[in-house]
């Protein structure tokens, strides 16, 4: 066990990439289960409260711990066993999703979630139901959990698989290790018709897994997991669209969704039309952020669609005319777009997508502010509202914006750059303006990044206060003193 309580050496875990700050008074660094489970049972004993630290790349402040100590999963950075026949991956919860990406990468699988940070630890990443591009076809983290080892505030252990439901008259019973028995109610909650990683999962048909994906390290320590893998496509092409035209623009991502969600159900190499696997925005701000770096982007583009689609040789023909006629019929610009067929030319691609936000940072940083952005998805069919409501408060502010994010899940990264003291304030109420419509509208503050202690002020607007309670309930079973991420989702 490495423990570190020098002020200094601390200062590295009492923040995330939201620059959230903290306070600890040590961080504990365990090698394997042994130490980690003594150090829980010690802390339950002292009534001490702990905070467990992934890699840092959260948003919301969940890894931040406002008082006691930190438990740092850094060394639990083993990919343990890969069985390819199965299509399963057991990695430690320390291991990244870039090491896992290479390791699966160079014997032709892949990992379908791929949230944009790959320095984000898979256990961080289940803990908050991460998500990226892929999700529009492939669906969030809580798809791909195929089992959990997850330590209790307590230090029992739980082995949790995808096929253990043990719901039953609305309370989950769950086993641990030591034979403790522990009887949950559940009281379902109204979760909204979009990607959602706001809250418990807590819904009719869910499984015993269901409670500790997307519960922000607020009910167990997650240790060890097993994740579902796949065989990469023979091919994959993707296309960025330039658009001189909001409603073309938006005409031409409803149509890509609804032939995709047709099309995405059948093998992908039998389809011979439109099959998205991706489809993200750029707005014009976006793209003026990198056009330095970029300057084939056309002088009339006002938003950028990056889609990509899965195919081989048989069908590429037919996939690639569909996808060159449909976006004639929505852009003068098409003979701007451009196209990847290969490695190296998808990785130009995903480089060109993670500049903006980085590029936003850096802004931010020379402006000496934090940037506010909006983590909302709401209903498909409600999402042109929403954008029009986003574009119109960001206008009417005068203040610096981009807008990006996964539009075919009607998911929104919607930032304002705030330079001075007076506009982070006016920022400060536009973003919350934003979030209670994402809510009027029946979606979610969080489709990606979590609750953490940022954004918990939103879940009762989010599920009322009955709601919210529901989860206290599950917290006081198995975490009775609020010793586990004290501050986040709620007090």
């Given at each position: ?79 343990l066993e890969i069985d390819y026949n199965q299509r399963l991956a057991r ?232 996808w060159f006629s449909l976006i004639k019929d929505y852009t003068d610009l ?121 954004k918990k002020e939103f879940l009762p607007l989010m599920f009322g206060q ?26």
């Open positions: 066990m490495i423990v570190k309580d020098d002020k200094e050496i601390l200062q590295s875990y009492l923040k995330d990439a939201s620059n959230f700050q903290g306070n600890a008074d040590a961080a504990y660094i365990p090698s394997d289960l042994q130490e980690l489970t003594e150090i829980i049972s010690d802390f339950y004993q002292e009534k001490k409260p702990f905070t467990i630290s992934g890699a840092g790349t959260g948003l919301t402040g969940g890894r931040v711990p406002s008082e006691g100590v930190i438990i740092s999963m850094e060394r639990f950075n083993k990919i990695v430690q919860s320390g291991v990244t999703l870039l090491e896992l990406e290479e390791e699966l990468k160079s014997k032709g699988y892949f990992f379908p979630p791929n949230p944009t940070e790959k320095n984000s630890s898979i256990g961080g990443n289940i803990a908050n139901n991460a998500s990226g591009s892929r999700t529009f076809k492939y669906g969030a983290y809580r798809y791909f959990v195929n089992e959990l080892k997850v330590v209790l505030a307590n230090g029992d252990i739980l082995v949790l698989d995808e096929k253990s439901k043990t719901l039953k008259n609305n309370e989950i019973t769950l086993v641990a290790h030591s034979g403790n028995i522990y009887k949950i109610p559940i009281d379902f909650l109204n979760l909204p018709d979009t990607k959602n990683a706001a809250g418990y999962y807590m819904v009719q048909g869910m499984r015993d897994i269901d409670l500790f994906i997307g519960s922000e390290g607020t009910l167990g320590v997650i240790a060890e997991v097993v994740l579902k893998i796949l065989p990469e496509p023979e091919q994959v092409v993707g296309f960025m669209t330039f658009f001189e035209n909001v409603d073309k623009m938006l005409n031409y991502v409803e149509n890509i969704r609804n032939l995709s969600l047709i099309n995405n159900k059948s093998d992908y190499r039998q389809v011979r039309g439109i099959s998205a696997r991706l489809i993200e925005l750029f707005d014009k701000n976006a793209l003026d952020l990198v056009r330095d770096k970029y300057p084939q982007i056309p002088k009339e583009a006002i938003a950028c669609i990056w889609t990509e689609q899965e195919l081989n040789a048989v069908n590429e023909d037919a996939v690639l005319n569909s098409a003979n701007d777009t451009w196209v990847s067929m290969n490695d190296k030319e998808h990785d130009k691609f995903r480089e060109f997508r993670h500049s903006i936000p980085l590029k936003v940072v850096d802004t931010v940083a020379k402006n000496g502010f934090q940037k506010f952005g909006t983590d909302t998805a709401v209903p498909v069919d409600k999402f042109t509202e929403f954008y029009t409501f986003v574009v119109d408060k960001f206008n009417d502010s005068s203040l610096d914006y981009a807008i990006w994010g996964h539009i075919g899940n009607a998911h929104l990264h919607a930032n304002l750059l705030p330079k001075t003291n007076k506009e982070f304030e006016k920022s400060k109420e536009i973003i919350n303006l934003i979030l209670s419509e994402a809510i009027r509208l029946k979606g979610t503050v969080s489709a990606e990044h979590g609750i953490g202690k940022l009955k709601g919210v309670e529901a989860m206290k309930l599950v917290k006081n079973v198995l975490d009775p003193y609020y010793l586990l991420g004290r501050g986040n989702l709620f007090d």
